[in-house]
């Protein structure tokens, strides 16, 4: 089972502040690397997905970056609808697995 | 619009049974991979099993001969019938699309129904 480590748990940034949230792979992914977002009471959104690929409507500040084991994900400049839980998904292998999460707070 | 509305969600005792159901519409839903993905109160995601659009399945271990994906893609319709249920099962259940499509990874999720497996 390819395990993935987000880094990290918590991140405390301000609006306007630039985000970097990290996903380490326990042995290579190739690309197939996606991030979501989830707030409370709600279900995950796809953010992005084959590493650096933007899902449909999501806004230009949200980069992702990576390719085999280590993996970025970057807030350019956040807005306050952005602080929630980020998680990171593997589909290289079977299982598919996500890591824990990065929860980031005001 | 792409939909996925999950029912069947329920309080059921530890050994007990129970079957969910995922709606789909607003897409072509027998040519698309559909996924269970649960998440424990206050815990992380965690991808329980997968169907192929033609019916080939996957499974987490740790449901294995317990649970068991499928599909009737006349319907339009997911399901998860989950057998001898543990405490440990307890969750909110999701079904998403993919994790392989024109958009690979989960692109669309449904709001979820609770699973409470308790005596």
């Known amino acids: 089972e390819i395990v993935l480590t987000q880094s990290p748990a918590t991140l405390s940034l301000s609006p306007g502040e630039r985000a970097t949230l990290s996903c380490r792979a326990s042995?290579?992914?190739?690309?197939?690397l996606a991030w979501y977002q989830q707030k409370p009471g709600q279900a995950p959104r796809l953010l992005i997905y084959?590493?650096?690929n933007r899902a449909t409507g999501i806004p230009a500040r949200f980069s992702g970056s990576g390719s085999g084991t280590d993996f970025t994900l970057t807030i350019s400049s956040l807005e306050p609808e952005d602080f929630a839980v980020y998680y990171c998904?593997?589909?290289?292998?079977?299982?598919?697995?996500f890591g824990q999460g990065t929860r980031l707070d005001i | 619009e792409v939909q996925l509305v999950e029912s069947g969600g329920d309080l059921v005792q530890p050994g007990g049974s129970l079957r969910l159901t995922c709606a789909a519409s607003?897409?072509?839903?027998?040519?698309?991979?559909m996924t269970w993905v649960r998440q424990a109160p206050g815990k992380g995601l965690e991808w329980v099993a997968s169907?192929?659009?033609?019916?080939?399945?996957k499974y987490v271990d740790s449901v294995k001969g317990r649970f068991t994906i499928s599909r009737d893609n006349a319907q339009n319709s997911l399901y998860l019938q989950m057998n001898s249920l543990r405490v440990e099962d307890t969750a909110v259940y999701y079904c998403?699309?993919?994790?392989?499509?024109?958009?690979?990874?989960?692109?669309?999720w449904g709001q979820g129904t609770l699973v409470t497996v308790s005596s």
């Open positions: 998403a699309r993919g994790p392989f499509g024109v958009v690979n990874d989960f692109d669309y």
């Open positions: 169907m192929k659009e033609d019916g080939g399945e």
């Open positions: 084959d590493a650096s």
């Open positions: 998904q593997q589909r290289s292998n079977w299982p598919i697995t």
């Open positions: 042995q290579s992914v190739s690309s197939y």
């Open positions: 607003g897409f072509t839903f027998s040519t698309c991979w």
